[in-house]
């Protein structure tokens, strides 16, 4: 039975296109760049054995940050089947197959650290409010987000596709949205970088002050 998405972004990324961006980015080299950042984000947590990934693809965060908190048990939705199966071979790691905008927090449960990277530049701007939930209502402590960063939001044509990427605050519009929220540290990924080279994105880590 056909699944019957919300929006177009989600028929995108659950079909082909999702598919060969999955074969695109199956490369262990990306790992490196993404450890180097997250020991950035972590030396200013304390207290992670929980990770919630919301987008998680084939799984490339989680083995990073793995390297770091080898304990962390982690839960990880994806809407792609393809990058699923790929997940479900990541040891510790709960796998919640579907679109996240089709997903409450009862679903998801309680975490240290809820995160997204590069997933919330390809909601539909219309949903993001139910994202911004499902970081903050599942997180006992912490919020990092990593994405594109724009001060008003744009749409950007992705790999010749309109409306499948947009560039916002998506730091400031939950910081807005959640005033017990306190942003911790931030930072850019340069696609110069001489050791880590990554797409350009800032990335937020947020905290919450009541929880």
């Known amino acids: 039975m056909k699944v019957k998405y919300k929006t177009e972004q989600e028929e995108f990324w659950a079909g082909n296109f999702g598919n060969e961006y999955v074969d695109r980015n199956n490369n262990s080299r990306n790992i490196a760049r993404k450890t180097a950042l997250f020991a950035k984000m972590l030396a200013k947590t304390h207290g992670v054995s929980r990770v919630l990934e919301l987008g998680a693809n084939i799984g490339q965060n989680i083995l990073a940050i793995q390297n770091l908190i080898p304990e962390a048990i982690f839960s990880a939705a994806e809407i ?35 995160m997204t990277c590069g997933v919330l530049i390809h909601v539909n701007p219309g949903q993001l409010n139910h994202v911004y939930t499902l970081l903050y209502e599942c997180s006992t402590s912490w919020v990092f987000i990593n994405e594109y960063y724009n001060p008003t939001p744009v749409q950007i044509t992705y790999r010749g596709h309109a409306d499948r990427l947009f560039k916002r605050d998506f730091a400031g519009e939950m910081l807005d949205k959640y005033p017990d929220l306190k942003l911790i540290d931030y930072g850019f990924q340069y696609s110069r970088d001489n050791n880590f080279p990554a797409d350009d994105c800032t990335w937020f880590l947020m905290k919450k002050t009541i929880t």
Do not use: M
Request: aromatic residues 0%; proline residues 6%.
């Open 80 to 114: 792609n089947d393809k990058a699923a199966d790929l997940l479900e071979k990541i040891p510790n790691t709960k796998v919640i197959r579907g679109s996240i905008l089709h997903l409450v927090p009862a679903d998801l449960g309680q975490h240290d650290l809820t």
